[in-house]
């Protein structure tokens, strides 16, 4: 599968259209798209444009918490939702942290999480597959999409981060050393999370934030304010 920028209705994003035929509708939003307050008519017109009847919106907290939403549940925090319910749009928002999706489309069932490296030092994504598992999803029908987040080119971090993913059992591989300066990998340490996991199928958009501040939201390049809007939804 190959990831494509695709329009609907305005909106620009990324996504794999083989896993839309599937049945697993989700994006990565390019800043070409309109203004996400996700209230009123911006709400409706999403939910137009992709055919979904409602929308969950969370507030990020760079933690582990992951909220299972099978029968109308609407968490307002945290960072990772399951989904279980058809046509409800899960949406998490990342300004250089890497969304990821993990998608078991035969059951159907699909979880999306918020891996900033907090997240990922407490082994969010690693945690979502398991309890998608314990849910009914099968290990061998999983995959995961990595979505665009600040890449081991731009994301410098002290050495506090290195010792705690040191601690938390990561390898040497999940960080880039040039010239006594240290950057993180968040890609390579979430693909070491899946793996462990038994998740042998992973897709990375490949796309760094920092470096394509032109389509993405970056923190580290001075918009705090912004955010990159990431979704995922099961069709049926």
């Not at 995959?143 to 971090?157: F, H, N, Q």
């Not at 050495?159 to 968040?186: A, C, H, P, T």
Request: charged residues 25%.
């Amino acid at each position: 599968m190959t990831f494509e920028l695709r329009y609907v209705n305005g909106w620009s994003y990324y996504s794999l259209p083989e896993l839309e035929a599937k049945g697993i509708v989700h994006g990565f939003f390019t800043k070409e798209s309109p203004s996400h307050t996700f209230i009123g008519a911006d709400r409706n017109a999403f939910l137009e444009a992709f055919a979904l009847h409602d929308i969950i919106v969370m507030d990020q907290e760079h933690g582990d918490e992951i909220h299972i939403v099978t029968k109308g549940e609407r968490p307002d925090r945290g960072d990772g939702i399951i989904l279980v319910e058809p046509q409800v749009a899960a949406i998490i928002k990342t300004a250089d942290c890497l969304p990821v999706i993990i998608a078991d489309t035969l059951c159907p069932m699909v979880a999306i999480v918020h891996a900033g490296w907090r997240g990922t030092a407490k082994k969010i994504t690693q945690k979502a597959v398991e309890k998608m598992v314990r849910l009914g999803a099968g290990r061998e029908n999983m995959i995961a999409i990595l979505g665009p987040s600040i890449r081991s080119c731009c994301y410098e971090v002290g050495g506090e981060v290195l010792d705690i993913f040191q601690k938390e059992g990561f390898s040497e591989r999940v960080f880039v050393k040039k010239n006594d300066v240290v950057y993180l990998d968040l890609s390579r340490a979430n693909r070491e999370l899946l793996a462990g996991a038994g998740i042998e199928t992973i897709y990375d958009t490949g796309l760094c934030t920092y470096c394509t501040d032109d389509l993405f939201a970056s923190y580290r390049k001075g918009e705090q304010g912004s955010r990159q809007i990431n979704f995922v939804s099961l069709r049926r």
